[in-house]
């Protein structure tokens, strides 16, 4: 069976392809498809697996495609704010483990991997310094925050 020709085609991963080829495959609708994939928490290899091609493919049309390069950075907002999302839905153990994991690789500046320096203080006081990196803080401000509220807008 010959494979399909025309907007139906699907692009052939091969990693180390020219750039040129990598090229080739290209689509405008990629931009919104990795909005949306990253927004479901998927990283940029797993879009690339969705849709068949190499991650070095993708990193190729985020170097040549301005447009598309935009679209990531937006999707990689997307990803944190699933990720984070989930994280606030509660949970405990390896769930609540996985979701930071997850986090501090989809997002390093605010769940750095190493703490802070500044111990954070709980509601009550008590010193709570191993969870002082600011994606920490972030997560427990909302927490306090739901707490003190009466169920409204946090």
Not at 6 to 33: I, M, Q, T, V, W
Not at 79 to 92: A, D, I, K, P
Not at 112 to 123: E, F, L, R
């Amino acid at each position: 069976m010959a494979a399909p020709k025309g907007p139906d085609r699907k692009p052939k991963p091969h990693k180390g392809r020219s750039e040129r080829a990598a090229l080739a495959d290209y689509r405008e609708e990629y931009c919104e498809d990795v909005v949306e994939s990253m927004g479901r928490g998927l990283s940029l290899t797993a879009f690339a697996g969705e849709i068949g091609v190499a991650r070095s493919d993708v990193d190729i049309w985020v170097k040549r495609r301005s447009g598309f390069a935009a679209a990531v950075a937006r999707g990689k907002a997307r990803r944190v704010l699933y990720l984070e999302q989930r994280l606030l839905e509660g949970g405990t153990g390896p769930h609540v483990s996985s979701q930071i994991f997850a986090l501090k690789h989809a997002d390093p500046d605010e769940w750095p991997d190493k703490p802070a320096s500044a111990a954070i203080q709980s509601k009550e006081g008590v010193d709570r310094g191993d969870a002082s990196t600011p994606g920490i803080e972030k997560v427990e401000r909302i927490i306090v925050k739901s707490e003190n509220s009466d169920g409204g807008d946090l």
